[in-house]
């Protein structure tokens, strides 16, 4: 019950301040200029979200927020695994010690995009 309370509590204190660098309090980089539409199973444990799934829309070039996003979460210790990015997708699979991060973002008409970010546990421990 106190991880689902820490969820909610970070999803609301995010949606009042109108984004951060990152999602709070965790490792996992937001989509900068983009709004988090949802976010689901977030579980959290010292500073780090260990599963969870974000819903990002907003709007701009493919390349540029995909390849800035990818980036962000490189700074923050997550490692590339696969990434392929065609005119309107985009997907990646990053690791970082026990956790693999996909990535999905896809783009609509005049530069309408949204992102999905999945965070789950692998089991064993990455490079």
């Not at 009042?16 to 983009?34: H, L, N, R, S, Y």
């Not at 599963?51 to 962000?72: F, I, Q, S």
């Not at 309107?88 to 956790?99: E, F, G, I, P, Q």
């Amino acid at each position: 019950m106190k991880r689902i309370l820490t969820a909610v509590a970070a999803f609301a204190a995010l949606q009042a301040c109108g984004g951060t660098e990152q999602f709070p309090d965790t490792d996992v980089a937001e989509i900068d200029g983009f709004r988090l539409e949802t976010a689901t199973g977030v579980k959290m444990s010292g500073g780090k979200m260990q599963t969870g799934t974000l819903e990002y829309k907003g709007m701009g070039d493919m390349n540029t927020v995909y390849r800035d996003y990818v980036a962000a979460m490189k700074s923050m210790g997550w490692v590339a695994e696969a990434s392929e990015i065609e005119s309107a997708k985009a997907t990646a699979t990053l690791k970082k010690d026990t956790r693999t991060c996909t990535l999905n973002f896809t783009a609509a008409q005049q530069g309408h995009m949204s992102a999905l970010i999945k965070v789950s546990q692998t089991g064993s421990k990455s490079p």
